[in-house]
């Protein structure tokens, strides 16, 4: 069975800095881990990903230079350190596992609907 449980976010001035985790417990593969964040009204929109087996990371272009995702050497506990923060960062941000090869390549890592597995949630807020 997998499960993920998120830790981390909160309230920060625009500028500042906050971290995410996600731990998997459970059945632990994965091939990649992509983060995404929804906005009130908004559809869930990709920030980042990390391959499991080698930590490369991938980012959306809103993003990049500001947010860095990393993997714990243990390969179950993954990261997202995020600085600089906007106020239009503000979301509730949500980490999800991929365990089909596929589904982690940049045609489709993108797409929520390919991610069966999800964190539960964690609000950041940035304010001006």
């Known amino acids: 069975q997998v499960q993920v449980e998120q830790s981390g976010g909160g309230s920060v001035q625009a500028g500042g800095s906050l971290r995410l985790s996600c731990a998997m417990t459970?059945?632990?593969?994965?091939?990649?881990m992509s983060w995404f964040r929804q906005a009130p009204g908004k559809g869930r929109e990709w920030v980042a990903a990390?391959?499991?087996?080698?930590?490369?990371?991938r980012y959306a272009n809103s993003v990049r230079g500001r947010f860095r995702i990393s993997r714990e050497n243990n390969k179950r506990i993954f990261d997202l350190q995020m600085n600089n923060l906007k106020p239009e960062d503000t979301a509730m941000y949500y980490c999800?596992?991929?365990?089909?090869?596929?589904?982690?390549?940049?045609?489709?890592?993108?797409?929520?609907?390919?991610?069966?597995?999800w964190g539960q949630g964690t609000q950041v807020t940035v304010s001006p």
């Open positions: 990390i391959y499991t087996e080698d930590g490369s990371p």
């Open positions: 459970g059945d632990t593969y994965s091939i990649c």
């Open positions: 999800a596992p991929q365990r089909t090869p596929l589904y982690c390549n940049s045609d489709f890592r993108e797409r929520a609907d390919v991610y069966e597995y």
